[in-house]
């Protein structure tokens, strides 16, 4: 979901920079908009990359994220880190935009294909994103690891999901934008793999392709 259909990035920055003007940031930490979000994406992907192997829990990452990156310019308050950090959740998922062409591929596959979701998201914000942007109509299952218990790459949430669809591995196509979680995550249950990542990058999958209405030349 998040940056293969949903646009993540452009949604949090625009969430953030909201709430950035919104608490007066810009003078409490002495800092600008542009400089706050990549202190801020730099804690925040470590923080996710530590919880998908679950060496931090749900709630340390959504308490320390922020109040981690506001301690890299001296503002050290837990209570306001965690309720900046609720309330990015919350309007984070009511945005809407998607990445180009995401809408059009989806309205393409609907009568030829089962489409699912997994997700490593937050099971409150990821349904919220599909309802408000209307993509909740085009699919069947939608697993959330949050609400399982295991995390892409985990071998488990795959057959969970495929048993769930009612699917085969070998009849089955993982899309996705992470190479570890998404790729390398269907590989290890003999599913084939489309990666969608930027141009010249060199990984391994079934496909590559570097933007969506190319997957319309595969399927």
């Known amino acids: 979901l998040d940056r293969t259909l949903w646009d993540f990035e452009l949604n949090s920055k625009t969430t953030i920079e909201t709430l950035f003007d919104k608490h007066n940031l810009k003078v409490r930490l002495k800092t600008d908009f542009n400089s706050f979000l990549s202190t801020y994406r730099a804690k925040n992907n470590a923080l996710w990359a530590n ?13 320390q994220r922020y109040h981690q990156a506001f301690l890299a310019y ?6 306001f880190a965690l309720n900046f950090n609720n309330d990015y959740v919350t309007k984070c998922s009511r945005e809407t935009s998607l990445i180009e062409g995401a809408l059009e591929l989806l309205e393409y596959l609907k009568p030829k294909y089962s489409l699912h979701i997994i997700t490593n ?52 196509l ?14 290890g249950v003999g599913m084939d793999q489309a990666y969608f990542c930027a141009p010249n990058e060199n990984k391994d999958a079934t496909y590559v392709i570097n933007s969506l209405p190319e997957l319309k030349q595969i399927l």
């Not at 919880?51 to 308490?63: H, N």
């Not at 998201?121 to 408000?132: H, P, S, T, V, Y």
Request: aromatic residues 10%; without cysteine; glycine residues 10%.
């Open 174 to 187: 993982m899309i996705g934008d992470d190479y570890g979680p998404d790729i390398l995550g269907a590989k």
């Open 121 to 172: 998201g937050f099971i409150e914000a990821q349904q919220l994103k599909l309802d408000n942007t209307g993509l909740s109509n085009f699919f069947h299952q939608v697993i959330v690891s949050d609400g399982f218990g295991y995390r892409k790459p985990d071998k488990r949430i795959f057959h969970h999901a495929l048993k769930k669809a009612g699917a085969l591995s070998a009849n089955s």
């Open 74 to 79: 001296d503002l050290n308050d837990e209570e």
């Open 51 to 63: 919880y998908r192997v679950g060496k931090v829990t749900k709630d340390e990452l959504r308490l």
